[in-house]
């Protein structure tokens, strides 16, 4: 099978694990081909996630690396047999691939953790909230790649829906909700979806109010993926340009530590939902 042009942030993710897997045991690429008949180039491809493993090969070289971490080994087998083509798939020739990512991420987390300061988090945007933002940076979007934009971002709240969804924390500064973005009727029904999603079992959201003294991170924002084990995490960050994704240990040990600090400076589940009902109601 040729190597894949445009391999997903998870073919990529596989990929890095089994290499990080390899160095830890002190292996070269070249001896770990061998173990699989396979040569150099090959290896080469497969922990840059340009070409596929199946499960027996994923077991047989975490064998040969010594790795008796037998949940992480589980579950990068998982990641090399599912299958499953998401419905971002359709978005593949029409969207850059950070939005794709995304959502494949989305998909397959166990659990989200998000911090914003002046923005509503992405999966709890209304349309008419995502419209607004797509539109504000100029020069302005095509109609046909604003409608898509917008599209995928209401699809993505889909994971939210199924049977078994993630749980969700969402940290929000009370200044991303007094901004009324889409004007007046569009900043009170993107608080009561706010509202409504926050009175699911598995989502709680929080507010750092303005009054919160021990708050110092005006430029956080990040939303923190669980894995089905902790070395499969990934945080997101925003950028001007687009999300970075990131998920060495000590990086993810970093926001781990800073979610909690953001934790600790926002109000109670209930206090939050008092203050946005508040809000929702002077507009």
Request: proline content about 6%.
């Amino acid at each position: 099978m040729p190597p894949r042009i445009n391999p997903t942030a998870r073919n990529e993710r596989l990929g890095t694990e089994l290499r990080k897997l390899r160095e830890q045991a002190g292996m070269t690429a070249r001896a770990a081909a061998s173990l699989l008949g396979a040569d150099q180039a090959q290896m080469s491809n497969l922990e840059a996630g340009r070409v596929g493993a199946s499960a027996e090969r994923v077991r047989r070289l975490a064998a040969h690396y010594a790795c008796d971490d037998t949940a992480l080994v589980d579950a990068l087998v998982e990641m090399a047999t599912e299958r499953t083509r998401g419905w971002w798939e359709e978005y593949r020739e029409v969207l850059p691939r950070n939005f794709l990512d995304l959502s494949e991420l989305e998909f397959h987390a166990t659990a989200m953790r998000t911090v914003k300061v002046v923005e509503i988090p992405g999966i709890m945007q209304t349309e008419a909230h995502a419209r607004a933002v797509f539109g504000y940076y100029p020069p302005p979007l095509p109609p046909r790649d604003l409608e898509a934009r917008v599209a995928h971002r209401m699809q993505r709240r889909t994971v939210l829906d199924r049977a078994h969804p993630p749980l969700v924390e969402a940290v929000v500064h009370e200044a991303a909700l007094h901004m009324t973005v889409g004007g007046p009727r569009t900043a009170r029904e993107q608080l009561g979806l706010l509202l409504e999603l926050s009175d699911r079992p598995n989502i709680s959201v929080r507010v750092i109010p303005f009054s919160a003294g021990e708050f110092a991170g005006p430029g956080v924002s990040m939303l923190y993926l669980d894995g089905p084990v902790r070395q499969l995490d990934t945080v997101q960050v925003d950028t001007p340009l687009n999300g970075v994704l990131m998920n060495a240990e000590a990086q993810l040990r970093r926001y781990r530590t800073l979610y909690a600090k953001v934790v600790g400076a926002s109000l109670g589940v209930a206090a939050s939902r008092d203050l946005i009902h508040r809000l929702a109601k002077d507009l």
